[in-house]
């Protein structure tokens, strides 16, 4: 691979357009050096422009993925890759990493302990895009959180489902307690990252169910909320009224 040349068409056409494809170089590949030089690229990309405009999600599922390789260097490359993106993004990834067996979590923890992620505009990029749309395009995005080119999951039918919102009603506060761990449980599953629509019945039980009988129960539902609201991003605001005002009373 011709580092080089792949840091020039990057200038030319964008970081995360070459990056897509090396990511699909990754997965595909047989021999461990394609992944090892891909996944160093990749590194060195994100030193060299950031991480604005970079396809996060696919790098870490690409991670991921490289992290239960067989193969001791590739698994060696792919934490320097994510600890390069740490120090970009900060704590925020961890949540995607889940999926990765507890030992090499471990070593990834014992890297990511070592460093101090950037603070917001801190990092300035060593490189210039030349393409004139696409170097628009980064800047009008300048200043949001690269994570929020993620996805987030419609948990409407798993969140807003009857069964589920039966459950928090019941009057066995062992169901309810149930209740709760099940949503926390949704919540992990969707990477702590949920879209707002269907929620809404929910968010006027949570309201009550924040004042439950059962103390270790309405302790559970308020703990919930917060994990909700950090859920939700953003879109918090829709339901953060409701909420808020439940709280202090």
């Given at each position: 691979?011709?580092?080089?040349?792949l840091m020039s068409l990057s200038e030319l056409?964008?970081?995360?357009?070459?990056?897509?494809?090396?990511?699909?170089?990754?997965?595909?590949?047989?021999?461990?050096?394609?992944?090892?030089?891909?996944?160093?690229?990749?590194?060195?990309?994100?030193?060299?422009?950031?991480?604005?405009?970079?396809?996060?999600?696919?790098?870490?599922?690409?991670?991921?993925?490289?992290?239960?390789?067989?193969?001791?260097?590739?698994?060696?490359?792919?934490?320097?890759?994510?600890?390069?993106?740490?120090?970009?993004?900060?704590?925020?990834i961890r949540t995607f990493l889940k999926a990765?067996?507890?030992?090499?979590?471990?070593?990834?923890?014992?890297?990511?302990?070592?460093?101090?992620?950037?603070?917001?505009?801190?990092?300035?990029?060593?490189?210039?895009?030349?393409?004139?749309?696409?170097?628009?395009?980064?800047?009008?995005?300048?200043?949001?959180?690269?994570?929020?080119?993620?996805?987030?999951?419609?948990?409407?039918?798993?969140?807003?489902?009857?069964?589920?919102?039966?459950?928090?009603?019941?009057?066995?506060?062992?169901?309810?307690?149930?209740?709760?761990?099940?949503?926390?449980?949704?919540?992990?599953?969707?990477?702590?990252?949920?879209?707002?629509?269907?929620?809404?019945?929910?968010?006027?039980?949570?309201?009550?169910?924040?004042?439950?009988?059962?103390?270790?129960?309405?302790k559970g539902f308020i703990e919930f909320v917060?994990?909700?609201?950090?859920?939700?991003?953003?879109?918090?605001?829709?339901?953060?009224?409701?909420?808020?005002?439940?709280?202090?009373?």
């Open positions: 691979m011709c580092k080089n040349s056409v964008s970081p995360g357009f070459v990056v897509k494809y090396m990511i699909k170089n990754v997965t595909s590949a047989t021999n461990p050096n394609v992944m090892i030089e891909n996944n160093a690229c990749i590194s060195f990309m994100i030193e060299e422009f950031g991480t604005d405009g970079f396809p996060i999600q696919d790098i870490i599922n690409c991670a991921v993925t490289c992290c239960d390789h067989k193969n001791g260097k590739v698994r060696s490359e792919t934490i320097n890759m994510l600890c390069t993106i740490y120090k970009h993004l900060g704590e925020s990765i067996k507890d030992s090499t979590l471990s070593l990834i923890d014992s890297e990511f302990s070592k460093i101090t992620p950037y603070k917001k505009g801190q990092f300035v990029s060593k490189r210039e895009i030349r393409n004139e749309d696409v170097k628009q395009e980064i800047e009008e995005k300048a200043g949001s959180d690269p994570m929020d080119s993620i996805p987030r999951a419609d948990v409407s039918k798993d969140l807003g489902g009857q069964k589920l919102l039966a459950l928090i009603n019941d009057d066995n506060w062992k169901k309810r307690k149930e209740a709760v761990d099940k949503m926390n449980a949704i919540l992990e599953k969707s990477n702590m990252r949920i879209l707002p629509n269907g929620l809404s019945e929910l968010v006027g039980l949570l309201k009550v169910k924040m004042g439950d009988s059962n103390k270790s129960v309405s917060g994990k909700f609201a950090t859920a939700l991003g953003p879109a918090a605001k829709t339901y953060a009224p409701m909420l808020v005002k439940s709280l202090l009373i």
